[in-house]
C-alpha cells in the first residue's frame, strides 16, 4: 500500500533523516520492536526500517533511516507531499516487555539509538526505570537525546572522540552501571554489530538477560525466503519472524556480519551507477 509522507526532517544532513508517514493501518497495530518493509520504485528493492514511534490517533508513524546505498539513497530524494511506493508492516514479534524491580538499560550506538527509542518508550509504559545509553563517533552524529529524555531519567552519552559525554565507548558506560548497580532487570542493544557483540560480552559476567535487535538481510519479511536466518543458540531461526530481537548470549555474530557483507560489490556498482544517474536527472 503507497504511503504519504507529512513530515521530513534531516538529522544528520545527507546522511540520516526522518519521515512521518500517514499508515493508520500500521501505526494501529504496531507495537515496539516492530519494522516496515518498503520499496520505492517499481523496480526497487525491498529494504527493512524499524518503526521508531507512532501515533495512533494521527494514524502516523516514524521511520528514521542511515542512507547507505541506493534504496536509502533513493528515499532521501523523496520530499514531504511525495509517496513511498508501498510500505508493508508491521512486520517481526514484538518486544517482550516486563515490569522489572530494578531498572532496564537500553543501549543504543548510531541510527540504532532512533530503532532503540520505540523499545526504550515501551518499557517506560510498561513502569520501568529506563537508562538510555547512546553513542557515536562525534557529537554532530548523535540523534535522539531530546526525544530519549522525554521518558528516561537518565541519558548517558559517549563518543569515540570525546566531543560530548564520555569519551569512549557505550560498553565502558554499560559496565560501570552494572557493577554499580546489581538490579539491573535487562538490557537491550540495538546498533551496528560490533556495537551489540560488545554490549553482549560485557553483560555476560553479570548474567543480566540481554536482547539485541538483528539487522539481517531481508526480502519477504514473512518467512518465505530464508535471506535473514541467523544462527541462535545453534539453531537456524529466521529473524523477519522469530525475532529481530534474540537473546544476545546466543546469536553467532561473526556469521551474521559476515552474511551482511555477502553483496557488497554488488550494491556498491548498484549505489554508484545510482548516483551518476541522479547526477544526471537534476543538471539536465
Ligand atoms: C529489522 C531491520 C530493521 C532495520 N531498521 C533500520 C532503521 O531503522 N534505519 C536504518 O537506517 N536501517 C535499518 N535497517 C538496515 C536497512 O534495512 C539497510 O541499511 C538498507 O536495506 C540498506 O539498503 P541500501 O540499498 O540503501 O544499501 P545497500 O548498498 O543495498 O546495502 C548496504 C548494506 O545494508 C544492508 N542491507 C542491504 N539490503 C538489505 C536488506 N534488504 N535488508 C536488510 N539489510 C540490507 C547490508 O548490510 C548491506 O551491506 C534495518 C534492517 C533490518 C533487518
Ligand atoms: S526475510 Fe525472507 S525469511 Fe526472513
Do not use: W
Not at 15 to 30: F, G, R
Not at 103 to 126: N, Q, S, Y
Not at 161 to 189: C, Q
Request: aromatic share 4%.
Amino acid at each position: 500500500m503507497p504511503s504519504r509522507i507529512l513530515k521530513k526532517r534531516s538529522l544528520i544532513p545527507g546522511q540520516t533523516s526522518e519521515l512521518v508517514l500517514d499508515a493508520p493501518h500500521i501505526a494501529a497495530k504496531a507495537k515496539p520492536g516492530n519494522f516496515v518493509i518498503l520499496r520505492v520504485s517499481e523496480n526497487g528493492e525491498r529494504i527493512p526500517l524499524t518503526i521508531a514511534d507512532t501515533d495512533k490517533k494521527a494514524g502516523t508513524i516514524t521511520i528514521v533511516y542511515l542512507v547507505l546505498g541506493k534504496t536509502t539513497a533513493q528515499l532521501e530524494t523523496l520530499k514531504e507531499g511525495d509517496d513511498i511506493l508501498d510500505l508493508c508492516g508491521p512486520l517481526g514479534k514484538d518486544t517482550d516487555i516486563h515490569k522489572y524491580d530494578g531498572p532496564v538499560i537500553c543501549v543504543g550506538g548510531g541510527t540504532g539509538i532512533a530503532a532503540m527509542h520505540h523499545i526504550a518508550k515501551g518499557h517506560h509504559m510498561a513502569g520501568n526505570h529506563v537508562i538510555a545509553i547512546i553513542g557515536a563517533r562525534t557529537k554532530d552524529l548523535l540523534l535522539f537525546e531530546k526525544e530519549l529524555k522525554r521518558f528516561c531519567p537518565e541519558v548517558l552519552v559517549s563518543t569515540d572522540d570525546g566531543s560530548y559525554g564520555h569519551k569512549g565507548l557505550v560498553t565502558e558506560i554499560l559496565e560501570a552501571r552494572l557493577k554499580a548497580d546489581p538490579t539491573i532487570g535487562e538490557v537491550v542493544a540495538v546498533g551496528p554489530v560490533p556495537m551489540m557483540a560488545a554490549v553482549a560480552r560485557t553483560t555476560k559476567p553479570f548474567g543480566v538477560k540481554t536482547v539485541v535487535s538483528l539487522n539481517s538481510i531481508m526480502v519477504d519479511g514473512i518467512g518465505m525466503c530464508g535471506a535473514c536466518r541467523v544462527s541462535v543458540g545453534g539453531k537456524t531461526q529466521f529473524a523477519c519472524v522469530d525475532g529481530p530481537e534474540f537473546d544476545g548470549q546466543l546469536v553467532d555474530f561473526k556469521e551474521l556480519s559476515s552474511r551482511l557483507s555477502a553483496f557488497k560489490a554488488m550494491e556498491q556498482i548498484s549505489y554508484e551507477e545510482f548516483k551518476k544517474s541522479h547526477v544526471c536527472k537534476c543538471s539536465h
